[in-house]
């Protein structure tokens, strides 16, 4: 596996991240031979495994335009001369060196996971932006197998390049956490407190979240747990707006039982973004029984399965209503605790997805 950070164990991980752990140690677990290349980076401690899935630790520039890239080309270069039967890169960014294999190693077939339109990311300039549409037709013209993660970007890859990619989604794993002592060390009581998570950067739209509650009157909180990527600037920003209400908390990067703790006991789960792929945080929160306050573009919604509330996205006096509402309707919140894990264990379930992804395997080699 190329392309992601590593296996989801430093502070900057992300979605796909999360996405190449769980499904790295699932394929291990029954069987495979598994290789994820990493940035050392993001995990200083350097494990050379994880849960049965071999780690490859090569260099890098840590800087937002090349970092990526470039630890895509070394992982590359090394994996045509191994013994591979499947090279699978994760993003359209490092799609766009799978040709790589496709030259070098003829007896491995590519596949490509498709996880967002990454250039509308309001980090990106014009050529980084231009190098990632190039990364979009990369994805399915290197590839063997193409997957998409939504339902949407399956239609577009259709629509726009006439091929078929498959659909298969990030998932969630259920978990029943009952404690609430880690939430001391952050002056915060079960059922309190509103929760975003994720990378605290521009298209995540959290400057839209505390502009909408400044304008609410409760003692609730609205907690955002998070670290920024490349994007200090947004971070100094939105930290700016928030410091004059006491209200809103930002806890930084959390994981472990810290974190399951801070989802399983917050009032509901709030994502206000602009641009996703198919918002893994989102089915996290619902795997802990949260209702969902999301921002109304395709991939949000169609992660919620038709539960929560929606907010047109961008619009504050939308989303204050909204919040307003579930702040009103107790009930409302409590009642769809049980539905949204029932979405989570019926269409996200990572066992599953894995099965799929195995499939794919299996079948690109015949």
């Given at each position: 596996?190329?392309?992601?950070?590593?296996?989801?164990?430093?502070?900057?991980?992300?979605?796909?991240?999360?996405?190449?752990?769980?499904?790295?140690?699932?394929?291990?677990?029954?069987?495979?031979?598994?290789?994820?290349?990493?940035?050392?980076?993001?995990?200083?401690?350097?494990?050379?495994?994880?849960?049965?899935?071999?780690?490859?630790?090569?260099?890098?520039?840590?800087?937002?335009?090349?970092?990526?890239?470039?630890?895509?080309?070394?992982?590359?270069?090394?994996?045509?001369?191994?013994?591979?039967?499947?090279?699978?890169?994760?993003?359209?960014?490092?799609?766009?060196?799978?040709?790589?294999?496709?030259?070098?190693?003829?007896?491995?077939?590519?596949?490509?996971?498709?996880?967002?339109?990454?250039?509308?990311?309001?980090?990106?300039?014009?050529?980084?932006?231009?190098?990632?549409?190039?990364?979009?037709?990369?994805?399915?013209?290197?590839?063997?197998?193409?997957?998409?993660?939504?339902?949407?970007?399956?239609?577009?890859?259709?629509?726009?390049?006439?091929?078929?990619?498959?659909?298969?989604?990030?998932?969630?794993?259920?978990?029943?956490?009952?404690?609430?002592?880690?939430?001391?060390?952050?002056?915060?009581?079960?059922?309190?407190?509103?929760?975003?998570?994720?990378?605290?950067?521009?298209?995540?739209g959290l400057?839209?979240?505390?502009?909408?509650?400044?304008?609410?009157?409760?003692?609730?909180?609205?907690?955002?747990?998070?670290?920024?990527?490349?994007?200090d600037d947004?971070?100094?920003?939105?930290?700016?707006?928030?410091?004059?209400?006491?209200?809103?908390?930002?806890?930084?990067?959390?994981?472990?039982?810290?974190?399951?703790?801070?989802?399983?006991?917050?009032?509901?789960?709030?994502?206000?973004?602009?641009?996703?792929?198919?918002?893994?945080?989102?089915?996290?929160?619902?795997?802990?029984?949260?209702?969902?306050?999301v921002s109304?573009?395709?991939?949000?919604?169609?992660?919620?399965?038709?539960?929560?509330?929606?907010?047109?996205?961008?619009?504050?006096?939308?989303?204050?209503?909204?919040?307003?509402?579930?702040?009103?309707?107790?009930?409302?919140?409590?009642?769809?605790?049980?539905?949204?894990?029932?979405?989570?264990?019926?269409?996200?379930?990572?066992?599953?997805?894995?099965?799929?992804?195995?499939?794919?395997?299996?079948?690109?080699?015949?």
């Amino acid at each position: 596996m190329i392309g992601q950070k590593g296996i989801a164990t430093g502070g900057r991980a992300g979605g796909i991240e999360r996405h190449v752990r769980e499904v790295a140690k699932r394929l291990a677990f029954i069987g495979h031979e598994v290789f994820v290349y990493a940035r050392a980076k993001y995990d200083p401690e350097k494990p050379e495994s994880f849960e049965g899935a071999q780690l490859i630790y090569l260099p890098t520039i840590y800087s937002k335009h090349i970092e990526a890239i470039l630890h895509t080309f070394f992982a590359s270069v090394h994996a045509v001369r191994q013994d591979y039967d499947i090279i699978h890169y994760h993003g359209v960014g490092p799609a766009t060196l799978a040709w790589i294999p496709k030259l070098f190693a003829r007896n491995a077939k590519v596949v490509v996971t498709f996880h967002s339109q990454d250039r509308f990311h309001k980090k990106w300039g014009w050529f980084a932006k231009a190098y990632l549409l190039f990364g979009e037709w990369a994805s399915v013209a290197f590839s063997d197998y193409c997957i998409a993660v939504s339902h949407e970007m399956q239609v577009f890859c259709r629509n726009r390049f006439k091929r078929e990619v498959v659909y298969i989604p990030n998932g969630a794993e259920l978990k029943n956490i009952e404690g609430c002592n880690e939430l001391d060390k952050f002056g915060l009581k079960p059922g309190e407190y509103f929760i975003n998570v994720g990378r605290i950067v521009p298209q995540k739209g959290l400057h839209f979240l505390i502009e909408a509650y400044k304008k609410i009157k409760t003692d609730k909180k609205v907690v955002i747990v998070g670290a920024p990527s490349f994007s200090d600037d947004y971070y100094t920003k939105v930290r700016s707006m928030a410091k004059e209400d006491g209200r809103i908390r930002f806890l930084g990067f959390q994981d472990g039982e810290t974190i399951d703790q801070l989802y399983a006991n917050a009032y509901a789960y709030v994502h206000p973004s602009e641009y996703e792929g198919l918002p893994l945080v989102i089915l996290e929160a619902m795997s802990f029984g949260l209702m969902p306050i999301v921002s109304d573009i395709a991939p949000n919604v169609e992660a919620i399965h038709g539960i929560g509330m929606t907010f047109s996205s961008a619009n504050v006096d939308d989303l204050r209503d909204k919040l307003e509402y579930a702040l009103g309707h107790p009930t409302v919140v409590q009642d769809q605790s049980e539905e949204a894990r029932a979405i989570i264990e019926t269409n996200f379930n990572w066992d599953t997805i894995t099965d799929h992804i195995e499939a794919v395997y299996i079948t690109s080699r015949h």
